[in-house]
């Protein structure tokens, strides 16, 4: 019903920056909120950041100030823009969607690494 495609992951130093993209498709008019979940080894899966149709935002404590979740509704694309990235960034983002149900993409890896 719903589709997701992340891209914009990749290999980055600590301090540089990166732009995840989600690009949904399907039913897109049921979707009220998406939201970036990540994974690292060993780890439960956390909520990274979050918006809803209205634009409201919400983000994980250890991100906040530094990334920035966004929607360009034309285009049916959620955005992450991660600046000044830390190893502990270091995991698989996810993209979500929430509507009738959870949609899921198949994730991308990023990594902070010197």
């Known amino acids: 019903q719903v589709r997701l495609v992340e891209s914009g992951g990749g290999l980055v130093q600590p301090g540089e920056s990166l732009r995840l993209s989600c690009a949904a498709s399907?039913?897109?008019?049921?979707?009220?909120?998406m939201a970036w979940y990540r994974q690292a080894p060993g780890k439960q899966r956390e909520l990274v950041a979050q918006?809803?149709?209205?634009?409201?935002?919400q983000y994980v404590d250890s991100v906040k100030g530094r990334f920035t979740i966004s929607r360009d509704n034309a285009k049916n694309t959620v955005f992450l823009q991660m600046i000044s990235l830390k190893p502990e960034d270091t995991a698989v983002y996810y993209c979500?969607?929430?509507?009738?149900?959870?949609?899921w993409g198949q994730g991308t890896q990023v990594t902070v690494s010197s």
């Open positions: 399907g039913s897109i008019s049921s979707i009220y909120a």
């Open positions: 979500n969607a929430l509507g009738s149900r959870t949609f």
């Open positions: 918006i809803t149709n209205s634009g409201s935002t």
